[in-house]
C-alpha cells in the first residue's frame, strides 16, 4: 500500500491500549541521513478551554505504528511516555 505524508493529516490516531483518541496527525519527524519516518506528532490537548494553545504535543515512534486503515492509525503507546513539550514562542 503506497501512502503520501500529505494523506496522513487526516488520519485520526487511537490508542489500542487505552481506546482514546489522541487526534489527528499534525506532523513527521523524518531522518534526513537515513530517509526513513522516524515518529508521527499529534498536537496534544488544549489548556483552558483551548484558548491559550497547547502545551505539549505527542510524538509517536513509528515503531509503535500498529496498523494503517483507511481514516485511522492505530499505535501501542504509553500516553504520558509520548508527551513532548512545545518550545516557548517569544513575543519580543
Do not use: H, Q
Not at 513527521?28 to 502545551?55: D, H, K, T
Not at 496498523?67 to 503507546?77: A, P, S, T
Amino acid at each position: 500500500m503506497k501512502c503520501r505524508i500529505a494523506d496522513l493529516r487526516y488520519r485520526e490516531v487511537i490508542n489500542v491500549c487505552t481506546g482514546c483518541r489522541l487526534g489527528f496527525v499534525s506532523d513527521v519527524l523524518i531522518n534526513i541521513s537515513g530517509g526513513c519516518v522516524v515518529a508521527i506528532v499529534v498536537p496534544g490537548p488544549c489548556r483552558f478551554f483551548g484558548l491559550f494553545g497547547r502545551e505539549c504535543d505527542f510524538v509517536i515512534p513509528w515503531d509503535c505504528i500498529k496498523k494503517f486503515g483507511d481514516d485511522i492509525i492505530l499505535v501501542e503507546v504509553d500516553k504520558d511516555a509520548c508527551l513532548e513539550r512545545r518550545p516557548k514562542k517569544k513575543f519580543f
